[in-house]
């Protein structure tokens, strides 16, 4: 009987730590929580402005809140389904993709009949009775970090056959968000208090008739199996240099690739850009469309200085507004950045070990496609904190490193370039020494 207790008790147990590995092995992957920018989201808030005869007219805007996450072209891409039969009658600043079925309607036809519609940020250039504030950049939208004046997209929706009033207006539901690509998941409406409103002359508040907001997370796992970057290493000390892990963002693109100054690769048309933004990447042993090299470069005797360049393989993407952050423990000590600006990171406010890297405007906040110009480079130096400073081990090379907002692969620990007298044994040696010992032993 004690035997079968102990049995179905251990069993118990097994099943538990099988149940507490399986869920944080599902949360660890498709959790939208990034330790780097823990409370990064984008936030859609819609405030109703005015009530219609059938409906409302709302003010809907986007705020990137994502520190070093921006939405690159071709833009953003907004979904939901309606509690009702709601429809959109006229658009201001952005514009649905599909009309859908309007044919019972006689007189005024709406913009959008579709139960569910898809929402697109204008073209810059558009006539100025089609614009509305913060709108009309191809849904291009800055990370907060780098830019928050121009991490907000907005447009204005009038919509029909709803409610007219506060309990009586169904929120939407079911809300999908593509930046361009997928990775994000938003959570339900929710209606908070009305937004307040501040006059030109700022003498006088107003405030919306109702407010609702939706927040979406991104998950790197959840928009692709395989990172989209990789990163090298190399130092002044070791000639070695460590590259990018052999199909670091994975080899599915190999058989599509184009060798670097081949025919093909300077055909014409070759870095036009497809509508699903399928790379064309050129053929590297790591097949990543874009490539972080960390070069320990000098080492002074108070300060040390690094050299980072970047490296687009992509023939059909420039990446504009770029972003590079860095995790490093000297990061808490930067004394000069060379041709990039900087700006620190603190996720959290005891650690400083977090620092984000991106173009200067008009200079080199393109990053060009893969070619002569698809590069850019910069110098950091940062001062020593002589407790902790070391060549060894590995020391000095990043603990992460992301691009536009994707966490890159990085080699093992035991490839970084080593210092010359801190090398790893060489194991010929050792078993040389070994079986040495032991013949010693039997001829005793």
């Known amino acids: ?3 079968l207790c102990n049995s179905e008790g251990k069993n118990y147990y097994q099943r538990f730590a099988l149940l507490v ?3 944080f092995v599902v949360f660890s992957h498709t959790g939208a929580f990034d330790p780097l920018d823990p409370t990064g989201n984008v936030t859609i808030k819609w405030d109703v402005m005015s009530w219609a005869a059938d409906g409302y007219v709302a003010s809907v805007t986007m705020s990137n809140f994502q520190m070093f996450r921006h939405i690159n072209t071709p833009g953003w891409t907004l979904g939901w389904s309606w509690a009702k039969k709601e429809v959109i009658w006229s658009m201001v600043g952005a514009q649905t993709t599909e009309q859908g079925d309007c044919s019972k309607f006689k007189g005024n036809i709406p913009h959008c009949c579709m139960r569910s519609p898809v929402v697109v940020d204008l073209l810059p250039g558009v006539p100025y009775n089609q614009q509305f504030s913060n709108c009309c950049k191809g849904g291009v939208v800055a990370a907060w970090g780098q830019d928050p004046s121009a991490a907000v997209s907005a447009f204005q929706v009038s ?11 169904k929120l939407p539901k079911n809300f999908t968000l593509l930046g361009p690509g997928p990775g994000y998941t938003c959570g339900p409406a929710k209606v908070v208090p ?8 700022k003498r006088r508040k107003t405030q919306a008739l109702m407010t609702w907001n939706v927040t979406c997370t991104y998950s790197q796992f959840l928009a692709s199996k395989h990172p989209s970057c990789c990163v090298s290493l190399s130092s002044f000390y070791n000639d ?15 058989g599509s690739c184009i060798v670097s100054d081949s025919k093909q690769a300077h055909r014409k048309g070759v870095n036009t850009p497809r509508k699903d933004n399928t790379p064309l990447l050129q053929c590297t042993h790591h097949m990543c469309p874009v ?38 423990p000297n990061l808490d000590n930067v004394t000069q950045v060379f041709s990039f600006d900087y700006k620190p990171l603190v996720p959290y406010e005891s650690i400083n070990d977090t620092g984000m890297f991106y173009g200067m405007k008009y200079y080199n906040d393109l990053l060009m496609e ?4 698809g590069n850019i480079q910069s110098e950091v130096l ?15 090379f990043p603990r992460k490193v992301y691009f536009n907002g994707e966490e890159c692969m990085l080699p093992q620990p035991d490839q970084y370039p080593y210092l010359p007298n801190s090398g790893p044994a060489n194991s010929i040696t050792i078993l040389t020494m070994v079986v040495s010992g032991i013949f010693a032993l039997l001829v005793i």
Request: charged share 15%; aromatic share 12%.
């Open 240 to 254: 070695t240099i460590t590259p990018c892990p052999n199909c670091a963002c994975g080899c599915h693109n190999k």
């Open 1 to 3: 009987m004690e035997l």
């Open 159 to 169: 919509v029909g056959l709803a409610g007219t009033s506060n309990k009586t207006v």
């Open 382 to 396: 940062m001062r020593k904190n002589k407790d902790t400073f070391t060549l060894k081990q590995g020391w000095a």
């Open 21 to 23: 590995v399986t869920l």
């Open 291 to 328: 490539r972080v090299h960390w070069h320990v470069k000098i080492n002074y005797k108070d300060y040390w200085r690094v050299k980072i360049a970047v490296t687009n393989f992509n023939y059909r993407m420039n990446y504009t507004q770029w972003t590079l952050v860095a995790q490093h």
């Open 194 to 201: 009305s937004t307040v409103f501040l006059t030109a002359d």
């Open 370 to 373: 893969a070619g002569p110009s």
